[in-house]
């Protein structure tokens, strides 16, 4: 975006995909930015490389000097926002932008997140602070020209706006960062290519299906099970433990003197072990580290843990569900 505003030919700074390169595990690709990450430049007049946007950003606004300031004047109260927003996507926004579009993410691929909902709350409420950093007076977030706070957040809010839908979420915004968004979309020269660029890209993915393999935007069971329904207080139970993760509480139609049910709150198409995704790591390891405690809470020494896996194996609630069983002699080998 900075680099259509300032009329950077592709002379001065080709556009490589890293794909051209090998990919951004490639040797070549990590010999510009070890880090493995987009984007990175590599500049020719000063042999160094540059890798992070902003870093490449701030760089490329002072090596170009056409087409207006990028940074308001420096020590300026529109500097110091322009600053405070560029930073607040690069370090709340962007590392968890994962959380959008990834369809299987390895490890905690939404920073500290265990789930994709987590992540994409946290998310939503990072947007709504630009509301808060913005510069009321418009048109541009930080005052009359574009700055780097635009061009840093504009492609993001894009891929947002288009992308939460799919995940059942609503692009909400303040009034300001609504009236800046729609302006840069419609009748911004540099907004509306941008927008094209970036939508247009979105719409062709999602014409080729690749949304439809993600769990909680194509790939959902939405039907609410008896289990969402004691968890929203719809159906009651007798509780004996809760946390923002997860639910624990007693079997209706014990089969031990202690027989208690400890499930995830949110289901996030967990109807049943063999659907776990990588990103359902995170509970399923939270359900296994409170089972011991749940147990203990319940009065049990020794007990048994069982996670039945589809009809044939007993299974007749679709939303997974460890049982916590105890208070008796149990057996082994299991019925
Ligand atoms: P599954 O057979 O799927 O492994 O386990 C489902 C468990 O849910 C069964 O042990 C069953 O007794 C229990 N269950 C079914 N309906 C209800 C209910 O409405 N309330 C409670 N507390 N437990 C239920």
């Given at each position: 975006m900075l680099l259509y505003y300032k009329d950077v030919t592709p002379d001065d700074v080709a556009i490589v995909s890293p794909m051209d390169l090998g990919g951004l595990r490639s040797d070549e690709y990590l010999a510009v930015n070890p880090q493995g990450k987009m984007p990175a430049l590599a500049c020719r007049d000063e042999d160094e490389l540059v890798p992070e946007s902003d870093t490449i950003a701030r760089f490329l606004g002072g090596k170009f000097d056409s087409g207006g300031a990028f940074a308001p004047p420096a020590g300026s109260t529109l500097a110091l926002k322009a600053d405070r927003l560029a930073r607040h996507h690069d370090i709340y926004l962007a590392p968890i932008q994962g959380c959008l579009y990834k369809a299987s993410p390895a490890g905690q691929a939404y920073g500290a997140f265990p789930t994709r909902a987590a992540a994409l709350d946290e998310f939503q409420a990072q947007l709504q602070l630009i509301e808060r950093y913005a510069d009321a007076g418009g048109p541009y977030l930080c005052g009359p020209e574009p700055s780097q706070a635009d061009c840093a957040l504009f492609p993001t809010l894009i891929f947002a706006a288009d992308m939460l839908p799919k995940f059942g979420r609503e692009f909400t915004v303040g009034p300001i960062t609504k009236k800046w968004f729609e302006m840069l979309k419609t009748s911004d020269p540099i907004g509306r290519r941008i927008y094209e660029e970036v939508h247009g890209a979105l719409e062709g993915w999602a014409a080729?299906?690749?949304?439809?393999?993600?769990?909680?935007?194509?790939?959902?069971?939405?039907?609410?099970?008896?289990?969402?329904?004691i968890v929203s207080g719809d159906i009651p139970s007798e509780k004996v433990y809760e946390d923002d993760l997860c639910l624990a509480f007693k079997d209706v139609a014990p089969c031990a003197p202690v027989?208690?049910?400890?499930?995830?709150?949110?289901?996030?198409d967990l109807s049943q072990l063999r659907k776990a995704q990588p990103e359902h790591v995170g509970v399923l390891g939270h359900l296994m580290a409170k089972a011991g405690a749940v147990a203990e809470a319940?009065?049990?020494?020794?007990y048994r843990v069982v996670v039945n896996d589809g009809?044939?194996?007993?299974?007749t609630v679709f939303h997974l569900h460890v049982h916590i069983i105890g208070g008796r002699e149990l057996s082994w080998p299991p019925g």
């Open positions: 080729k299906g690749r949304w439809d393999t993600i769990h909680g935007a194509g790939l959902r069971d939405a039907e609410a099970t008896l289990f969402d329904k027989h208690i049910l400890l499930i995830p709150k949110h289901r996030n319940a009065g049990l020494d020794d009809e044939g194996a007993g299974q």
